[in-house]
C-alpha cells in the first residue's frame, strides 16, 4: 500500500460487496453463461483460442484454469489496470461512488488515487496542447482541420490542441460515431 494511509476495513469491505465481478470482467472479456452461476471467456492475461478464464460472480471469484491467475475483484483490477492493492480499491470506490476513509491521515504531497492523479495530469496537459493550437507553428494543423470541415466549434468540443515540435493534432475526446457525417 502507498504512503497516504490504510483505508479502513469497513470500507474495503463496502466496496468489496458493491462492486459487481461480472460488469467488471465482462467490461473487457466477453463471458458466456456455463453452468450454473459461471461464466467462461477468453484469458486478458494470456494467449488463448479456448476459453479457460472462468467467473463466479455469487463466490465474487475469478480462476484462469490456462495460466493459473485468479483471485477476487481487488486483484481482478490490479492485474488489468497494473496497480496495487489500495489503488484497486481507489478505482472501484471512485466507480461505485464509495466515499473511503482512512486510519491515518493523508501526507499533503499526495492527495488522491493514482488514477485521480493521471487525470490531473493529463488534464494538465490537455490544456496545454488546447493553448497551442491557435499558435503560428499550428497553421497548418489548422488548415488540415479546417479542410476536412471541422470547425473551431468541433475544435473546442473535442478539446483539439496542438502538440509543438511533433505536429500532432491532440484531442481529448475523439469519438469519431459523434462527428457528424459532412460531405
Known sequence: MDMQGMIKKEDIEKVRSTA??????????TLKASGSGTYMGLCPFHDEKTPSFSVRPALGAWHCFGC?????VFDY?????????????????DKYHIELHYDNARP??????????????NEEAQRYFVSQIMTKEALA?????????FSQADCAHFGCGYAPGVGIIWCATWLPRALPTRR
Open 77 to 93: 483490477v490490479e492485474k488489468t489496470e497494473n496497480v496495487e492493492f489500495g489503488d484497486a480499491i481507489e478505482l472501484l470506490a
Open 68 to 72: 493459473g491467475l485468479g483471485g477476487d
Open 20 to 29: 459487481d465481478l461480472y460488469d467488471i470482467v465482462s467490461a473487457t472479456v
Open 141 to 149: 494543423a489548422r488548415k488540415l482541420l479546417g479542410g476536412r470541415n
Open 108 to 121: 499533503s504531497n499526495r492527495q488522491g488515487s493514482r488514477r485521480s492523479r493521471l487525470l490531473e495530469v
